[in-house]
């Protein structure tokens, strides 16, 4: 299965609400995973099923979606929030990712 | 606190193998779907292999064949082992644990990863 984000890059404000996007070649349901990975680090788990918040992440990020179109939402980006952000399938192996997304400070 | 440390990574030659070492601390492999996922330079992230908690193990087409992983419960440790290393091969290797439900083992995501250990090829 194949997953595509949009946009590549995207330019934001501290401030800005900003909305992420991920469509899968075929429907996956809600088995949609979001990450984070900044410069130099491991990948850290977002929002798993779609739309549930994994533990200790702030509840500035949401995700939604179902079926082939998913979005990943930041409500109000911080400065720790630039970064690149990868959407992944869950629905049938192998597990593939987006090619990603990346944040940068306008 | 859970977490993963992986070690093995180096310089080596093409058609050459290497095998990295993942463990963990906080929880057992046995217990756990663990997998390997690497990132190309300035790349986005590949599945490469996946060891389910009955054993049974994945592995990517790009790497079949070549890359095996495998776990020691006793060192609570889980390994790949790469050989025929191409160019292609060249990345951050990370070693990561999934979670599941049912019969799908990575539905609530990938929420430990390692640090990640370089293989230069």
């Known amino acids: 299965i194949q997953m595509t984000q949009s946009p590549s890059s995207l330019s934001a404000s501290v401030g800005d609400r900003v909305t992420l996007t991920c469509r899968a070649s075929q429907t996956i349901s809600t088995y949609l995973n979001w990450y984070q990975q900044r410069p130099g680090k491991a990948p850290k788990l977002l929002i798993y099923a779609a739309s549930s918040l994994q533990s200790g992440v702030p509840s500035r990020f949401s995700g939604s979606g179902s079926g082939t179109d998913f979005a990943l939402t930041i409500s109000s980006l911080q400065p720790e929030d630039f970064a690149t952000y990868y959407c992944q399938q869950s629905y049938s192996s192998p597990i593939t990712f987006g090619q990603g997304t990346r944040l940068e400070i306008k | 606190e859970v977490e993963l440390v992986e070690s093995g990574g180096g310089l080596i030659q093409p058609g050459g193998s290497l095998t990295l070492s993942c463990a963990p601390s906080?929880?057992?492999?046995?217990?756990?779907?663990m997998m390997w996922v690497r990132q190309a330079p300035g790349k986005g992230l590949e599945w490469v292999a996946l060891i389910y908690i009955g054993g049974n193990t994945y592995h990517a087409d790009s790497v079949k064949g070549r890359f095996t992983i495998s776990r020691d419960s006793s060192k609570n440790t889980v390994f790949l082992q790469m050989s025929s290393l191409r160019a292609d091969d060249t990345a951050v290797y990370y070693c990561?644990?999934?979670?599941?439900?049912?019969?799908?083992?990575?539905?609530?995501?990938?929420?430990?990863w390692g640090q990640g250990t370089t293989v230069t090829v």
């Open positions: 990561a644990r999934s979670r599941g439900t049912g019969n799908n083992y990575c539905n609530h995501g990938v929420d430990v």
């Open positions: 906080g929880f057992t492999v046995n217990n756990n779907y």
